[in-house]
Each structure stands twice: as structure tokens, then as C-alpha cells.
């Protein structure tokens, strides 16, 4: 049998990329909830691939077999698209990659690429790296970054000790990060990157996305932000001007709570002061076809599609929790045992100003329930008990609903105590840096009726109703039922 030759297969792969670059275009025109519904997968794919399959297939398969030796040249050398081996490349991956680069990108006429990882730890790592390599010119120069300190505690400790006390590479912080000058003034000709997280997890920093993009552009240097907590469905910053999105897709968005999963969407064309064009050009392109294929940080594929399954239903869920978030925390403002809530939507937070010009629910203005632009905060809030370490913990585990975890973004409402979970390695100082006091309470509010979080919580304060007598309780007083749950 006759080969066909490479460059058949090029010729028909590049027939392919460009029908399947038609077909982005055309999402791209539809609204928000069809893309998150549809994303890049097509009935045309379903018929002419996939045996008619409504739902994205999940392709387990390690590689795909080519049909000769020039197929596979050509395929390897990346001059067609190829599913080759699934660390580079998997139909199912790639499935959840293009949903979240539509989603990112709603809204505007910028084309944007994603790279799915196996965690969003692993999508930070991939997105930061990249930045911090020896520059030709000056081999011995040191390397800093300028980044806010109110951040998720993984992120805190990659970057305080896995790059400054490790590496070497110096986190230069913002410690306020809505006064763009101190953005500014930490800048030098070493730095490789600003990177922000907003609102935060779990003190809901927030800062003027736009202001700080400007100010990154103007030092030609990229702007990484961490939108993990909003989603797409509330807050799109590479709209605003940010380079880089990194997304811990383990949250919201896989609300289900199946698997870990992260994932980096980027512009094109981004500032950096690295001699690297490819990286510029297409971030996560290049991420995907070098440095992730060498490092080997990717996702599953059945994590990929159980991800994008939970995906589809991203806007109107953000609604929900967003509302019932805001009626959990007007109960706790009010309640006698509480120091303090800190929810964005809520008026008396200092932020809410700020939060409110950028947090909106994503096409609300085409909702007829709607009709206008409506503000929606998401579901992550904390409080503070009035109170001390002990106290906290006692109201923590009287909750009977609200499950003790450390996670967020789930169907079902979850709370945590960070100075003992998320945030406990980094210590005292590191904590009063992220702004975690001893007495605050994460929590999460899922998609259950907000009266019955309220009656759980409600429940749970009711520790705190005269201290003394219950401190002298015995230790497992509940008899039975909680001896027999022990047991
Ligand atoms: C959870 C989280 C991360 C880390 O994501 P994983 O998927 O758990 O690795 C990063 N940023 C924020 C804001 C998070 O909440």
C-alpha cells in the first residue's frame, strides 16, 4: 500500500482546524448559557464522530493510532491537530478547554485559548513558571513578582515558599491592593509578573481589575488573576484587561464535587518582558504543546467531562447561591452572637463599592426575569463569632447540615474554620497577612433552601446562649445518639 504522504494529512488537517475554528465563531454568537450548554461540541462531531452522542464522550484512551507513518509525523510535529498522547492531547480535554475559553471571553470579541490541568494549584504553577526563567541577558539578575497576599492558602504557600524561600524569587506584596500606586512602586526591572485573586478565599479581597491591568501593561508585564471564586458566570477579567485567568475548576464549576481540576485561559498576545514569542502569542497554547508537555500537570479525561457536565448550568446556579448567600448573611448580621459578616454584597462591607462595579450575573439584562443588569456576589462568605478560638469551634461543630469541610463551591453547603484548615500553615504572621482572624468561619452556601442553612446555623449558635453553663457540660452529653455515632 502507497503512503498518502504528510502532506495529505496537513492539508486535511488544516480542512479540519478551520472548520472547527468556524464552529468556535459561531458559538461565540450565541448566549452564555448556550455555550456553557454546547460549548464547542456539535451535532455534526456527534453524527460524523462520535455515533451520535448528545454528551461529550469520555476518551479514556492513552493515544490514538494513526493511519500510517506520515500521519503520525505530521501529527507528533504538531502541524495537524492529534489527540497523540493524552498528557498533550485528548478529545475530551479538549471538550472542557474550548467551553472555558468561550466562557472566559464572553461578552468580547477576544479569542482565547485554555489549558486544562489536573488542579488549579497545578494551573497556577503553569501559569506562573513560565515567567520566571533566566533571562539570556542577564543570567545572575534576581527574579520578583508582585502579587496580593490576601490569597487561597495553596497559593500562599507556593508562592512564599516554594518560590521566595526555595527559589529565591522574591513575592513582592501588596498589602493593599486597591491602591494601585503601591502596585506601582513594587515594580522594577525584575519583575515577571503581577497576579491578583479576587474576590479572595476566604477574606474576599477585591481591587480594581482594570487599574491594575493598566498598570501591568504600562511595564510591559502580564496580569494573572485568580477569578476562581466568581466563575465566569459573574466576573470575566480578561474584559477587563487581565492577560492570564486561572481557574480552580474544582470549585463552582465542578459543583458536584467528582474530582480536582484546574485551568489557565489566556488572551492572545500577552505583555511579558520574556524573550519568548510563541508564549506571548498564544499562552496556553504554548503551554499545552511545550512546557505542560514536559512537566505533565494535565487533567483526566473523565475528570474533564464530569467537570464540563456541571459546567452547563454554571449561570443559573451562581444566581441561586449568590441570592441565597445574601439572605444567610442579612440572618448573621443581625444574629446576637455574631462579631461580623463578610460577604461582598452586603453594604457595609468596605469593598461593596468597589465589588459592585464588577460582579454582575452574566446576561441578566436578557433574562426576562430581569431585564436589567443585576449585581450577584457568589456564594462564598465568612463571619466572625463573638467569641474566641474555643468558642468558634464549638458553634463549627454543632452544625448538622452544613458539613465541616474544607471545600467550596459545592451543591451542599460546607464551612471551615481557616486558621486551622486552609490557612494553617502559614502561621500567625502569615494569617494576619491574609487577614484570618481565629474566630471567622468559612462558609459555602450551596443550592439548598437558605431557610434550612439559616435554621442550622441558627441551631448551631445556640452554644453560645450562656457560656458558662455549657462549658461545665460533660463532654458527650447527648447521650445516645451521639455516643451510638462515636461508636
Ligand atoms: C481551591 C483554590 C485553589 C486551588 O485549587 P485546587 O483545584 O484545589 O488545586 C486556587 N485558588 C482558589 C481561589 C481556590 O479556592
Known amino acids: 500500500m502507497k503512503n498518502k504522504g504528510t502532506s495529505f494529512y496537513i492539508e486535511a488537517g488544516k480542512r479540519a482546524m478551520q472548520w472547527h475554528q468556524e464552529h468556535i465563531k459561531k458559538m461565540k454568537q450565541c448566549r452564555f448559557d448556550t ?33 500510517d507513518s506520515d500521519e503520525m509525523e505530521a501529527g507528533l510535529s504538531y502541524q495537524i491537530p492529534t489527540w497523540c498522547y493524552s498528557r498533550i492531547g485528548n478529545p475530551s480535554i479538549y471538550y472542557l478547554e474550548g467551553v472555558l475559553a468561550l466562557l472566559e471571553s464572553y461578552g468580547t470579541d477576544l479569542e482565547a485559548s485554555c489549558i486544562a490541568t489536573a488542579s488549579g494549584m497545578a494551573a497556577i504553577q503553569s501559569a506562573v513558571d513560565p515567567f520566571l526563567v533566566v533571562h539570556k541577558q542577564k543570567p545572575g539578575a534576581p527574579m520578583n513578582f508582585v502579587s496580593t497576599c490576601q490569597l487561597y492558602g495553596g497559593t500562599f504557600q507556593q508562592f512564599a515558599v ?31 509578573f503581577l497576579y491578583g485573586e479576587l474576590p479572595s478565599n476566604p477574606s474576599q479581597g477585591f481591587f480594581d481589575i482594570a487599574r491594575v491591568a493598566e498598570v501591568a501593561h504600562r511595564h510591559n508585564l502580564p496580569f494573572i488573576v485568580d477569578s476562581t471564586v466568581a466563575t465566569p458566570a459573574l466576573l470575566r477579567p480578561l474584559a477587563h484587561g487581565a492577560d492570564i485567568v486561572v481557574q480552580s475548576v474544582s470549585k463552582s464549576l465542578f459543583t458536584s464535587g467528582f474530582g480536582i481540576a484546574g485551568a489557565i485561559i489566556s488572551r492572545k498576545n500577552i505583555c511579558s518582558n520574556i524573550d519568548n514569542d510563541p508564549m506571548k502569542a498564544d499562552f496556553s497554547t504554548y503551554l499545552k504543546l511545550l512546557p505542560n508537555r514536559d512537566n505533565g500537570p494535565n487533567i483526566s479525561p473523565m475528570n474533564a467531562i464530569l467537570a464540563l457536565n456541571d459546567i452547563r448550568t454554571i ?18 448580621a443581625q444574629h446576637k452572637h455574631i462579631e461580623g459578616v463578610d460577604y461582598l ?34 456564594h462564598l462568605m465568612s463571619f466572625r463569632i463573638k467569641g474566641d478560638a474555643k468558642d468558634t469551634r464549638r458553634v463549627f461543630d454543632a452544625f448538622q447540615r452544613i458539613y465541616r469541610a474544607t471545600d467550596l463551591g459545592r451543591i451542599k453547603s460546607v464551612a471551615t474554620i481557616p486558621a486551622i484548615s486552609t490557612h494553617q500553615q502559614q502561621g500567625e504572621e502569615g494569617r494576619k497577612l491574609a487577614g484570618i482572624p481565629a474566630n471567622l468561619i468559612r462558609l ?16 448551631a449558635l445556640t452554644v453560645l446562649d ?18 451510638s455515632r462515636l461508636g
Open 35 to 67: 455555550i456553557a450548554v454546547h460549548g464547542i461540541y456539535s451535532m455534526q462531531e456527534a453524527l460524523d464522530f462520535n455515533q451520535g452522542s448528545i454528551i461529550e464522550p469520555i476518551y479514556m484512551s492513552t493515544s490514538q493510532t494513526y493511519r
Open 162 to 192: 516554594r518560590k521566595d524561600e526555595e527559589k529565591h524569587i522574591q513575592w513582592r506584596k501588596v498589602l493593599n491592593p486597591t491602591d494601585t500606586q503601591e502596585w506601582e512602586n513594587l515594580i522594577d526591572e525584575n519583575t515577571r
Open 315 to 332: 449561570r443559573s446556579r451562581m444566581d441561586m447561591v449568590s441570592r441565597s448567600t445574601e439572605t444567610v448573611a442579612r440572618f448573621l
Open 345 to 378: 454584597g452586603m453594604e457595609d462591607h468596605p469593598l461593596h463599592d468597589l465589588a459592585k462595579k464588577y460582579l454582575f450575573l452574566v446576561d441578566s439584562e436578557h433574562d426576562e426575569l430581569y431585564k436589567q443588569k443585576v449585581n450577584r456576589y457568589g
Open 444 to 459: 459555602c452556601v450551596g443550592a439548598e433552601h437558605p431557610e434550612d442553612i439559616i435554621a442550622d446555623i441558627n441551631q
Open 466 to 483: 450562656g457560656k458558662e453553663v455549657s462549658s461545665s457540660a460533660p463532654e458527650y452529653s447527648a447521650g445516645g445518639a451521639s455516643s
